[in-house]
């Protein structure tokens, strides 16, 4: 096959990286600085899970984990290390639906409602939303995260790995 038959990949492909990588990184400040500014909120919210009973570890969870999300979040919009930072993202993200889904389990169960009307506030910054929005808004998420993982293009980037 000749250069001249070789198939060109879209024109849109790197923008749209660049545009998703940046509005996930402008995601991740957003959503870990509510929570770093209203840490007694996100201790509270992160309790309710009650995976974690010694209170040194739980504070140092809900002190970190926003801050966290803050860096990665910077990470993806300077393009730095941006395998990497969706690497990690994904393995965060993953662990917490799932925490979040059984809690809601949970709650259906306790209440007696349909699954979808389930509503609480699961501590990722968002408010109160009902989980099967939530659930697909982290589904929705974690496949950005895994399209910057296995994506080809580094446009924008301050490395370019």
Excluded at 17 to 38: D, M, N, Q
Excluded at 62 to 85: I, K, N, Q, S
Excluded at 92 to 107: D, I, K, R
Aim: contains cysteine.
């Amino acid at each position: 096959m000749n250069d001249a038959t070789a198939p060109t990949p879209p024109r849109f492909a790197p923008l749209a990286e660049v545009l998703v990588r940046w509005l996930a990184g402008a995601l991740f400040i957003y959503l870990g600085l509510h929570k770093a500014l209203h840490p007694v909120e996100f201790l509270k919210l992160v309790h309710q899970y009650g995976f974690v009973s010694n209170y040194w570890l739980l504070n140092a969870i809900a002190a970190a984990v926003p801050w966290f999300e803050v860096f990665c979040g910077m990470l993806l919009l300077t393009g730095v290390a941006v395998r990497g930072t969706a690497l990690v993202l994904v393995l965060m993200l993953v662990p917490f639906t799932w925490v979040v889904w059984q809690h809601a389990l949970a709650l259906q169960s306790a209440s007696h409602i349909p699954f979808c009307a389930v509503k609480f506030d699961c501590g990722c910054g968002a408010g109160e939303e009902f989980i099967c929005w939530k659930l697909l808004e982290n589904i929705i998420l974690a496949a950005v995260l895994l399209w910057l993982l296995f994506g080809r293009r580094r446009d924008f980037c301050a490395s370019p790995e």
